[in-house]
């Protein structure tokens, strides 16, 4: 929220810097040379990015480098202009332009590059995003002179040329190449011919579903803060703890990451796999997640000034909306008992169906079939098979490998059932390893006393004299 809405006192000095100046100033600089690096090697930008002068005087240059270099120029431009206050510069600028630059990026490519149903339609979801988190700004007096109450904390964190250090490289250097970051995808996939498929209707309904949830999200927000601060009484609770905000603490910003990891989306389906265009979504996970970033920041002022903030943090998830503490044992109980129930009754009838003998020896088995029977025994059989082993059922060392051919005693045994029977073995039967695999006749009778099942040896395997006279015995 803006100090334009209201804020609330907070003791500065009890809390300490998330991280120091230098992980600060550096981990910012890092993320922008890496973005640089990425788009000089990877992308068609790299020679803008080498003679950005040349690049901005031709008519013939890069659209994607001369985006680029524009996005250095404004980002110097910024800087500059934040200079204008006496105290110290004027982080906000930034704040105002969030919401109004990613999408003008992408109507840039609509008109730069040949236009495609794809980068249309992700330029019409980012402009959603951007005129609906415009008006969340300004009902909140984004536009009105207001500002974070978050920057007054760090540059208490990071007083005069510290502050101004941070502001120069994260703010203005490293804030405005993510904003160009995350527009990116669209570049990547106004580079590719490819039609829309199944992957951009996935990345639509979640870029949508997100959108919708970052929406719910602030309204609630707003809402809950203005009554706050409009009824000049001292709350008791100073913060949301209702409605999405009572599954995330920070529902906004998993909804704003996993709204721009889904606007890649639309460049991997373009692309048929992952590229370069990525690297916006990374930054700005980052920015949000790690350590000492904005939700850690947010957490540390709302923990010193309210005491209940604490427990809130130990009952409700920090990014990703999930259960409360208190509610998991008596929702997932259930949920846990009935999903093993269903899991072990669904593999009733397989298991079952394994113990089908003649329908493996006597007939054409499927090769579906025979997938699914070979991944229930190689997945599933010691779960469930090792309990019941003794009378009904084989561990799964016997059961291995029944789709080869093999021979035993010369004689060709194969598992679609052309040719002579497999060998088989009775349940819970004592005998040596030989008789395991000893070869039944084809007059044999099913079913016979106890259950049985078609098996086979090792490649190679051939049975011993002892065996065979064991059996006969």
């Known amino acids: 929220m803006t100090t334009k809405t209201g804020s609330t006192p907070v003791d500065l000095d009890a809390i300490p810097p998330p991280v120091p100046f230098a992980a600060c100033v550096g981990g910012a600089a890092l993320q922008v040379a890496g973005l640089l690096a990425v788009w000089s090697q990877k992308t068609s930008a790299s020679a803008c990015l080498a003679k950005p002068m040349a690049c901005v005087r031709s008519d013939d240059a890069d659209p994607w480098g001369r985006l680029v270099v524009g996005a250095l120029t404004v980002a110097a431009f910024i800087w500059a202009v934040s200079l204008r206050t006496d105290a110290h510069s004027d982080a906000s600028i930034v704040d105002r332009l969030w919401s109004i630059q990613p999408w003008v990026y992408c109507w840039y490519v609509c008109f730069m590059f040949p236009l495609s149903p794809r980068v249309a339609l992700m330029t019409a979801l980012a402009t959603a995003w ?56 669209a570049v990547a996939a106004a580079q590719s011919p490819a039609p829309l498929n199944a992957g951009d209707a996935l990345a639509a309904l979640v870029f949508v579903g997100a959108l919708v949830l970052e929406t719910v999200a602030d309204r609630q927000q707003f809402v809950f803060q203005t009554a706050k601060y409009a009824s000049g009484a001292k709350p008791t609770k100073g913060f949301l703890d209702t409605g999405v905000w009572a599954y995330s603490r920070h529902p906004n910003y998993f909804a704003e990451v996993l709204l721009w990891w889904a606007f890649y989306g639309f460049a991997v389906a373009a692309t048929g796999d992952f590229n370069w265009s990525g690297a916006g979504a990374v930054c700005l996970t980052i920015l949000f997640t790690a350590p000492g970033a904005s939700a850690d920041l947010t957490e540390r002022l709302s923990g010193n000034k309210y005491p209940a903030y604490k427990e809130y943090q130990q009952k409700v998830s920090r990014l990703v909306p999930w259960i409360p503490s208190e509610e998991r044992p008596e929702v997932l ?133 002892t065996a065979r006279t064991r059996r006969r015995r």
């Open 130 to 185: 951007g005129i609906r988190l415009t008006y969340n700004f300004a009902i909140k007096g984004g536009y009105s002179g207001g500002e974070d109450y978050r920057w007054a904390v760090v540059r208490h964190w990071y007083p005069g040329w510290r502050y101004e250090i941070v502001h120069a490289v994260f703010v203005c250097g490293f804030q405005q190449l993510l904003l160009l970051a995350i527009a990116a995808p």
């Open 333 to 465: 109980g259930p949920v846990a008992r009935y999903a093993f129930l269903g899991y072990f009754a669904s593999h009733i009838p397989i298991t079952m169906f394994i113990d089908a003998q003649a329908a493996i020896d006597h007939r054409h088995f499927p090769e579906p079939a025979q997938a699914l029977l070979d991944w229930h025994i190689r997945v599933n059989g010691d779960f469930l098979m090792v309990p019941l082993r003794r009378p009904f059922m084989l561990s799964r060392r016997r059961l291995n490998a029944i789709d080869a051919t093999t021979r035993i005693d010369g004689v060709e045994r194969r598992r679609d059932g052309v040719g002579p029977r497999r060998a088989r073995r009775r349940f819970g039967s004592g005998a040596s390893s030989g008789e395991r695999y000893a070869s039944s006749s084809r007059s044999s009778s099913w079913p016979s006393k106890g259950c049985m099942i078609a098996t086979r040896p090792p490649s190679g395997y051939r049975l011993s004299s």
